[in-house]
């Protein structure tokens, strides 16, 4: 079993950064490929970017590439998202989620074991 808890969320203006951080527990979380999704007001869940347990391999949404990045250290079972240049149209809940089905499912929400319970990022134009 895994439990996931998101943090660094808030509020930033247009063109800022935020980090959000993703804290595992569980022993087996070095072995889990892992999501960050997030969802707008009235809008579906998406997945915006996604790393393999080794952190060999990265993927991220058209919207959000060159602007965000993900990583994870093992040791700390802790996974990031840098994210620069931050746009209004990047409000959302973010949440970060573990263990999907196989790596070609990750962004697929539903192909995923465990989720957190998300964090607010608002920017403001």
């Known amino acids: 079993q895994v439990q996931l808890v998101e943090s660094g969320g808030g509020l930033v203006q247009a063109g800022g950064s935020l980090r959000l951080s993703c804290a595992a527990s569980?022993?087996?979380?070095?072995?889990?490929?892992m999501g960050w999704f997030r969802q707008a007001a009235g809008k579906e869940r998406e997945c915006v970017a996604a790393i393999s347990w080794r952190g060999g391999r990265v993927s991220y949404a058209d919207s959000v590439k060159g602007r965000f990045t993900i990583s994870r250290d093992n040791a700390k079972n802790t996974v990031y998202l840098q994210m620069n240049s931050l746009k209004p149209e990047d409000t959302a809940v973010y949440y970060c989620a573990a263990d999907p089905r196989s790596w070609y499912d990750r962004e697929d929400e539903g192909q995923y074991h465990y989720w957190g319970q998300g964090t607010q990022v608002t920017v403001s134009s």
């Open positions: 569980g022993r087996t979380f070095s072995s889990y490929d």
